[in-house]
């Protein structure tokens, strides 16, 4: 089975920082890699889809990249409303796999 | 709107077996792969189970391999997930996501809608 590692688990931010989190495969998984959003109390949201497209309706201060296995997820100005946990999921293979997900907090 | 809800959880006993529905509108369903993922009290996501547009493709988790079964039923617009034998590590949150994008299979998936849920507690 494919694992994803994320980093960090969580982190403490200002309004309007930027913010990165990185999601590592243990295999190539070329850029079959999606980013969710979960509030508390909420179903996850999709953010991105193929590392680095946006989802309808999702803020432009989302985006993500990279390829193989290294991946990243970035909101360039983070806001209140981004308080959530953020994860990673790969479709290259089945089993399909999660990241142990990001906490994000307003520091 | 596109629109999935479950339904079918509850409290039941170690061993003892559970049938989740999903049930899908404003949507072609019989077009689009769908998902089961879990969530544990206070941890991560955990894919369950999918099955293709068609039927022609099923996966599972490693964790529920031989006890759990999806299945749909294009004609009720509906997707379910058998659950058997089941384990106190079993009890979780069971969500129901349908595919972004129309006749994938279940290893293209991405999870573009999701419902709210219904929870299933395994305990004595």
């Known amino acids: 089975d494919i694992q994803l590692t994320q980093s960090p688990s969580s982190l403490s931010a200002s309004v309007g920082d930027r913010v990165t989190i990185t999601c590592q495969a243990t295999q190539d998984i070329r850029e079959y890699l999606n980013w969710y959003q979960q509030k508390p109390g909420q179903a996850p949201r999709l953010l991105l889809y193929d590392a680095s497209n946006l989802q309808a309706g999702v803020p432009s201060r989302f985006s993500g990249g990279g390829s193989g296995t290294d991946f990243t997820f970035i909101i360039s100005s983070l806001q209140p409303e981004d308080i959530a946990t953020y994860y990673c999921?790969?479709?290259?293979?089945?089993?399909?796999?999660f990241g142990g997900g990001t906490k994000v907090e307003i520091k | 709107d596109v629109q999935v809800v479950e339904s079918g959880g509850g409290l039941v006993q170690p061993g003892r077996s559970l049938r989740l529905s999903c049930a899908a509108s404003g949507f072609i369903f019989n077009d689009y792969a769908m998902h089961w993922v879990r969530q544990a009290p206070g941890k991560g996501l955990e894919w369950v189970s999918g099955i293709s547009w068609n039927s022609d493709s099923v996966g599972y988790a490693d964790s529920v391999k031989g006890r759990f079964t999806v299945s749909r039923d294009n004609a009720k617009n509906s997707m379910y997930l058998q659950m058997n034998s089941l384990r106190g590590d079993d009890t979780a949150l069971y969500f129901c996501?349908?595919?972004?994008?129309?006749?994938?299979?279940?290893?293209?998936?991405?999870?573009?809608?999701w419902g709210q849920g219904t929870q299933v507690t395994v305990s004595s």
């Open positions: 996501a349908r595919d972004l994008t129309a006749y994938n299979s279940v290893r293209g998936a991405t999870l573009a809608y």
């Open positions: 999921q790969q479709y290259d293979n089945v089993p399909l796999t």
